[in-house]
């Protein structure tokens, strides 16, 4: 009997996704905020004391910094409103009840016990649903997990998680993208440029996270969760050298530094990680960019601004000595036709020496066409050649956003045929409902 509870969870989860996709497509309806390269030039200091725009390139600047893809897309483009709705449509059907299924007795097979879940048999992939990402989450968390297992252990080095924060009160005014583009810059700048860090710090894991402030609209206090091994971090140095690298964010995108706290230092929060509180941290590492409640108390515009990039922000990033281990969960191995793969030329004959020494063995080569030879076990087909994506295609304006509709319930169809056949043969003992009723 598949439990009620994880019914009443996917329905909490149904209404949150729900709300964000009709704020998506209010914000598609409305249009989004000036492009953050622009404002970026508005906050400049040169143009307040002479009246005058600083050149187009802190746009290009900013998208890079942002993680963002290069694009063949006019520098001062606006988010395209077909692809909001698209997004929107996406996370709407991976969150119709025909998609989202409790399941009851499924099987660890590890430990054997039995358990309860639940989940989408089509993800849309997207942060803003409630569904996938606590998928994402999973999967991040799966990664810190293996990282923090498989690491060498190296003299005097140990595990900190570090928070970073950065003073919002200059950023009031600025899109969720731009504030996010200060601090990711300043991020790089220590773990790249600063001599403080790369003596101390042998490899990092680093997720982004942030709140909307209660008492002022539009002010987001984005903060930076950093997975740290290296030698021992003195509180204080650290606090001077993340100073520093915000200073530098900020000159870059010509933002005013002021930071309110009494010793003029941005704040760091470091704390020892060990073996029995490495789940609570990695859990509060991989949880989410923000929650998902939030997402319904950004502007319009602003979501629409977020919504519109062609990558989300790079959130979850590993460096140094981390990423090397976890390169080894999927090593890079090209697909490759089956390597012995046997032929006519070099089949042999399969038999055992005779005992009697005057039977007659047949010895000559049987001729075996190739299609009827068996395949090496661990081959695999190559992969399909990828189709361009969906973004891509609707802002070129190859596809509109209804064309896309037809088209994306046609692979829903056949990607929901295949998970069930899948989850069937994964736990063959289970019992799997979705929120329709119908049971499988």
């Known amino acids: ?138 999967r991040s968390a799966k990664i810190a997990e293996f990282v923090f297992a498989n690491q060498p252990a190296k003299p005097f080095h140990d595990w900190r998680f570090v928070v970073f924060t950065m003073p ?39 997720s982004e996270e942030f709140t909307i402030s209660a008492e002022r609209a539009n002010v987001f206090h984005f903060h930076s969760n950093a997975l740290v091994f290296g030698y021992f971090l003195d509180e204080k140095l650290l606090k001077i050298e993340w100073t520093r690298a915000l200073k530098i964010s900020f000159a870059r995108f010509g933002i005013v530094w002021h930071c309110p706290t009494k010793n003029g230092l941005a704040d760091v929060q470091i704390s020892r990680v060990s073996k029995s509180n490495f789940k609570q941290t990695v859990s509060e590492l991989c949880k989410y960019i923000t929650k998902p409640q939030d997402w319904q108390k950004i502007p319009a515009a602003a979501l629409a601004d977020v919504a519109g990039n062609p990558r989300f922000f790079r959130a979850f990033e590993l460096q140094g000595v981390c990423r090397t281990v976890a390169r080894a969960i999927r090593p890079n191995q090209p697909e490759t036709a089956p390597q012995s793969q046997p032929t006519a030329a070099n089949r042999q004959p399969d038999f055992q020496p005779n005992a009697d020494q ?83």
């Open 1 to 138: 009997m598949v439990d009620s509870i994880q019914k009443a969870k996917l329905r909490y989860k149904q209404q949150l996704s729900a709300a964000v996709a009709a704020r998506l497509e209010t914000a598609a309806a409305v249009g989004s905020q000036p492009h953050f390269g622009t404002i970026l030039e508005n906050h400049s200091p040169a143009n307040h004391l002479a009246g005058e725009r600083e050149p187009a390139t802190v746009h290009s600047a900013a998208n890079h910094l942002a993680g963002e893809q290069p694009t063949n897309e006019p520098e001062n483009s606006q988010p395209n409103g077909e692809t909001v709705r698209a997004l929107a449509y996406r996370i709407r059907a991976c969150n119709q009840n025909q998609n989202l299924f409790a399941a009851a007795d499924l099987h660890n097979a590890e430990t054997g016990e039995l358990y309860a879940g639940r989940g989408s048999l089509w993800c849309c992939g997207s942060r803003f649903c409630s569904n996938c990402v606590g998928r994402l989450a999973r």
């Open 168 to 206: 919002d009160n200059q950023l009031a005014g600025l899109p969720l993208t731009a504030q996010r583009a200060v601090l990711y810059h300043a991020w790089r700048w220590l773990s790249t440029k600063s001599e403080f860090w790369k003596k101390k710090v042998a490899g990092s894991i680093k």
């Open 358 to 440: 005057n039977a007659y063995v047949h010895t000559k080569q049987i001729i075996v066409p190739n299609f009827l030879l068996p395949p090496e076990r661990n081959w695999k087909p190559p992969p399909r050649p990828r189709r361009k994506s969906w973004f891509l295609r609707i802002s070129a304006g190859e596809i509109t956003a209804n064309d896309y509709k037809t088209e994306l319930s046609a692979d829903i169809e056949n990607a929901i045929y295949f998970r069930k056949a899948q989850l069937r043969a994964k736990f063959p003992f289970a019992e799997f409902e979705t929120l329709s009723g119908e049971t499988f």
